[in-house]
């Protein structure tokens, strides 16, 4: 069974402070990893990757995968308070559906 | 252009009842995902359907779970005769193509059962 764990679950950093979220991956058929935003609403899209070692960057929020330790981080520099959120990672499976597996998540709180 | 919409964002059942989760994709998308996500739990996958045709079902407990994506109409997840381990969030997300070009899944902001 496909497999996607985050840490930590959750988080409590200050204004300006730079974090790091981690998602390690066990998936079949492996196409790409995914992360999204969740505030309280909907998850919105931030990034997919599916090349190692390719840093994704907007603005503040950058990625980067490892196919080889099946592993990803996000990265937040500079953090403001509207970054806080659950922050979903997700592996994609191209076996014959475009199936994503969930983590749990990160909720990132951010206080000024 | 709007979102993906799903209605009701709450919903109340009790034990027995019939639970009807509705989601209209996007405007020009024609793939649908439903997803379902337990408290304290990541969103797990459930079925994925385009117009008429059941592509991914291998996430739907395989009693009183049924959905359909109609010709004409929104998408539509039915619980039959729910019990309290149904209660949950209901994601819909909606892509032009399979998964879209980015891999991009557009999510509605959802829906949550509960079951008394």
């Known amino acids: 069974e496909d497999k996607v764990v985050q840490s930590p679950l959750s988080l409590v950093v200050h204004e300006g402070d730079t974090v790091t979220l981690n998602c390690s991956y066990e998936?079949?058929?492996?196409?790409?990893l995914l992360w999204y935003k969740q505030e309280k609403k909907a998850p919105t899209f931030l990034f997919m990757l599916?090349?190692?070692?390719i840093e994704k960057k907007s603005g503040r929020l950058s990625s980067i995968l490892d196919k080889k330790e099946l592993f990803s981080i996000l990265n937040i520099t500079a953090t403001q308070t509207g970054d806080s959120a659950v922050y979903l990672c997700?592996?994609?499976?191209?076996?014959?559906?475009?199936?994503?597996?969930f983590g749990k998540g990160t909720k990132l709180s951010v206080i000024p | 252009n709007a979102g993906v919409m799903q209605n009701p964002r709450h919903l109340v059942r009790r034990r027995g009842q019939e639970a009807r989760l509705r989601c209209s994709p996007m405007?020009?998308?024609?793939?649908v995902y439903w997803y379902r996500q337990l408290p304290e739990e990541g969103l797990k996958f459930m079925v994925y359907?385009?117009?008429?045709?059941?592509?991914?079902e291998s996430g739907m407990p395989k009693e009183r779970f049924s959905a359909e994506f109609p010709k004409e109409g929104p998408s539509i997840l039915r619980i039959q005769q729910v019990v309290r381990g149904d209660s949950a969030a209901y994601f819909c997300?909606?892509?032009?193509?399979?998964?879209?070009?980015?891999?991009?899944?557009?999510f509605g902001e959802g829906s949550r059962l509960t079951v008394l």
């Open positions: 997300a909606s892509s032009p193509l399979q998964g879209g070009n980015t891999g991009e899944l557009f």
């Open positions: 998936v079949t058929n492996f196409r790409s």
């Open positions: 599916t090349s190692s070692g």
């Open positions: 997700a592996g994609h499976s191209g076996a014959g559906s475009y199936q994503l597996t």
């Open positions: 405007k020009g998308h024609s793939h």
């Open positions: 359907l385009q117009k008429e045709n059941i592509i991914d």
